[in-house]
């Protein structure tokens, strides 16, 4: 009966040292190993800043968001009337990005991503003889540093 009983807590070591030697890593026995797909990185990256590749390979810019300025050309409660000064201005000034939101019962239409107070009130002056009223607002804007490089490049 002792026997027996010896023969089992024998077995039981050997079961446990056997199970613990089966979690070690043959390469690494100092930590943990990770092994994740590669995409989870792209999942994970923070979300302000996306790289640029162009046709090349390498990083030419970033398009990222910060504080800035916009200039608010409609705040209202008429959706039609917000949409129709939204399409009007797409039509005079294609470049320059619309954004429309609705903030309960208010409708509002912005112009622009500009980074400085004083780039938002020059393109006010500009559109202030179109549109009224309009004024600045604060926002969160896109930085894009691609098209800044492009405009360099012109330039050069």
Not at 81 to 84: D, E, G, I, S
Not at 119 to 131: C, D, G, M
């Given at each position: 009966m002792k026997m027996c009983t010896h023969l089992i807590c024998l077995?039981?070591?050997?079961?446990v040292s056997t199970a613990a030697r089966a979690q070690q890593d043959a390469e690494d026995t100092n930590g943990v190993v990770i092994h994740a797909d590669p995409r989870l990185a792209i999942v994970t990256a923070p979300k302000s800043r996306v790289p640029i590749i162009n046709t090349s390979g390498s990083?030419?810019?970033?398009?990222?968001?910060?504080?800035?300025f916009r200039v608010q050309i409609y705040n209202g409660n008429d959706r039609n009337?917000?949409?129709?000064l939204k399409v009007d201005f797409i039509r005079?000034?294609?470049s320059v990005r619309t954004y429309m939101s609705y903030i309960q019962?208010?409708?509002?239409?912005?112009?622009?991503d500009f980074r400085t107070r004083a780039?938002?009130?020059?393109?006010?002056?500009?559109?202030?003889?179109?549109?009224s009223p309009v004024m600045i607002v604060p926002d969160i804007i896109v930085i894009n540093t691609f098209r800044d490089d492009?405009?360099?490049?012109?330039e050069n």
């Open positions: 077995l039981a070591l050997l079961a990083r030419t810019g970033l398009i990222r968001s910060g504080r800035g009337k917000a949409n129709a005079r000034y294609p019962p208010q409708f509002r239409v912005k112009v622009g780039e938002a009130q020059h393109f006010l002056q500009e559109i202030n003889r179109i549109y492009q405009q360099n490049q012109r």
